[in-house]
Nanobody, 122 residues
Framework: QVQLVESGGGLVQPGGSLRVSCAAS????????MGWYRQVPGQQRELVAV???????NYADSAKGRFTISRDNSKKIVDLQLTMLIPEDTAVYYC????????????????WGQGTQVTVSS
């Protein structure tokens, strides 16, 4: 039905920057919320940043001032610019599409990407 394809992860040194991108594909009428979560092995998945179709943004405290989320509603793309990275940012970053209305279902559903690894290390 819906695929979320992430790109842009990788290895970066502390203090560096990285951009991760996610594109949603499928017969999609609308997506209420798009954004990014991250997960470290053995820990729960946590919010990084999300943005609604109307442009309202929500950042985790750890992301404020360092990360910037942006969204293109027409292209169904959400990007996350990560700056001033620290080793604690190392995680798998997952794209999220919440409240997605598709051709195939009468109700809205949530979807997740496969994840992209971000490693911050010298």
């Amino acid at each position: 039905q819906v695929q979320l394809v992430e790109s842009g992860g990788g290895l970066v040194q502390p203090g560096g920057s990285l951009r991760v991108s996610c594109a949603a594909s499928g017969i999609i009428f609308s997506i209420d919320t798009m954004g990014w979560y991250r997960q470290v092995p053995g820990q729960q998945r946590e919010l990084v940043a999300v943005v609604t179709s109307g442009g309202s943004m929500n950042y985790a405290d750890s992301a404020k001032g360092r990360f910037t989320i942006s969204r293109d509603n027409s292209k169904k793309i959400v990007d996350l610019q990560l700056t001033m990275l620290i080793p604690e940012d190392t995680a798998v970053y997952y794209c999220y599409a919440g409240g997605t209305k598709t051709f195939w279902a009468s109700e809205k559903k949530d979807f997740w990407g496969q994840g992209t690894q971000v490693t911050v290390s010298s």
